[in-house]
């Protein structure tokens, strides 16, 4: 993706650069991370903060999955019913435009950890790349003066070895039933596109390993070409001015894709936010979730509370659901009386779209194993969920679910 580029050809966009903030912030006091004066001030102390800003999230993470402080079982306590409450409003109709945040925790049940879960997250094992605080990985100057750890950490994280699970694919029914605006995607891995949800639909916010360019001249690069360097530990160099080609996955101090701003059309015109398997610690996605009106229902489903969930009382509009996402997604399923059509959906997807995107499929039962790391040939109760495997590039499928091709096509003629 040239971003430069793509700032000259385009109308002027407002400029909003990824960056990670410490969650002692107030949520009020994240919404200045965006351009402005105080913007610019935070910037300015984040890239300088972000050791201590570690020490600050790893804490923090912890406290919030210690479920028996006192505040966090008086959240938990306050969660009104959760997923049942929301489920009576999808099914009398009342959301028809749902808007979904996703981060990392929707893709553990596929086998890639997340950031921040103490012990298995990535950033909790991060010796081997040998840089000095996690964020230094997905710092874009740190990668300019030293590529390699954020590569050794991308010949893992490149799509093509992971396929969709169960979360996956009830956000694609989400779409099936018409009832998705957009999703927002923090994951980096592709298997929002992979599982069949259409391109107009997804907004891959921290970018993705689909295309690549120059890090310094933003010269696009041929992203398989990129894909082979890295895999085969060699650094893919412009064409143009021989620095250092990257996947177009958002870096700290990097622009956010224009498609991310189709959340100013989107979150004033849903009528439901459900927020998904993040700890919403990246601005300025985190604070999108404080941008919807506070009448509109907000269901979070994850281990634990993050953000404004973390507040007692919640927001009367607010519920939530704490657990394991995958058991929280196919509990919701069944209430909305979804299970069978997300079942049939993901048997279709797996038997004959994944296959010509991913080589050597498994069987549907195989991947329902293989996604919670059962034993092989054992069989469990659960259906279909993706899980982790050995496969060549996947670039997503290309299906669009025909009962909502008009809805779709609308709202592809608002997108960038
Ligand atoms: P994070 O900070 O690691 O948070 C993940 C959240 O999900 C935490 O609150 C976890 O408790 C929760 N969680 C994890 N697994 C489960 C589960 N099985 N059930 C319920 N909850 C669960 O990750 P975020 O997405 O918030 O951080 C944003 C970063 C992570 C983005 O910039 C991504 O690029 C980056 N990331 C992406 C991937 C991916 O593409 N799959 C993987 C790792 C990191």
Redesign the pocket.
């Known amino acids: 993706m040239n971003r430069s580029r793509s700032r000259s050809s385009q109308p002027p966009v407002p400029r909003v650069t990824?960056s990670a903030w410490s969650r002692l912030t107030e949520p009020a006091e994240r919404l200045d991370s965006g351009p402005g004066p105080y913007g610019k001030q935070r910037r300015k102390q984040t890239d300088s903060a972000l050791a201590q800003d570690l020490s600050q999230m790893s804490m923090s993470?912890q406290d919030?999955?210690n479920n028996s402080s006192p505040s966090a079982s008086a959240v938990k306590s306050s969660s009104r019913g959760g997923l049942a409450s929301v489920a009576r409003l999808v099914k009398l109709g009342r959301c028809k435009n749902v808007v979904v945040v996703?981060?990392?925790?929707?893709?553990?049940?596929?086998g890639?950890?997340?950031?921040?879960?103490p012990g298995t997250?990535?950033?909790a094992n991060l010796e081997k790349y040998n840089i000095p605080y996690p964020e230094a990985i997905?710092n874009i100057d740190y990668f300019s003066n030293d590529p390699q750890p954020f590569f050794s950490l991308a010949k893992a994280?490149y799509p093509g070895s992971h396929r969709p699970n169960y979360i996956h694919y009830f956000i694609r029914m989400l779409h099936h039933k018409g009832l998705l605006l957009r999703v927002y995607t923090?994951?980096?891995?592709g298997?929002e596109r992979l599982c069949g949800i259409p391109d107009d639909k997804l907004v891959e916010a921290?970018g993705s390993f689909a295309t690549a360019a120059c890090h310094l001249c933003y010269t696009a690069y041929p992203a398989e070409e990129a894909k082979q360097a890295i895999m085969n530990d060699k650094l893919p160099i412009c064409t143009f001015c021989a620095a250092t080609v990257k996947p177009d996955?958002?870096f700290f101090g990097e622009d956010l894709p224009q498609k991310y701003f189709l959340n100013t059309q989107d979150f004033p015109k849903a009528d439901l936010l459900i927020i998904m398997?993040?700890?919403?610690?990246?601005e300025p996605?985190a604070s999108l979730v404080n941008t919807i009106r506070s009448t509109v229902p907000r269901l979070l489903?994850?281990?634990?509370a993050?953000g404004p969930f973390e507040k007692v009382p919640l927001r009367r509009a607010d519920h939530m659901e704490l657990?394991?996402?995958?058991d929280?997604v196919r509990r919701f399923a069944e209430m909305l009386g979804w299970k069978d059509d997300i079942e049939e959906l993901m048997r279709s997807q797996e038997t004959l779209s994944l296959p010509t995107l991913i080589s050597s499929p498994l069987s549907v039962d195989q991947t329902s194993c293989q996604s919670r790391g059962a034993p092989a040939g054992t069989e469990t109760s659960r259906s279909r969920a993706g899980g982790q495997r050995g496969a060549s590039s996947g670039s997503g499928s290309e299906e669009t679910d025909s009962e909502t091709d008009s809805k779709s096509s609308a709202s592809s003629s608002q997108s960038t």
């Open positions: 990824r993470g919030t999955l996703a981060g990392a925790g929707v893709s553990t049940a596929s890639i950890p997340d950031f921040r879960t997250g990535l950033y997905f994280l923090q994951n980096i891995d298997l921290h996955v958002v398997g993040t700890s919403l610690q990246i996605f489903l994850n281990r634990n993050v657990g394991d996402l995958e929280t």
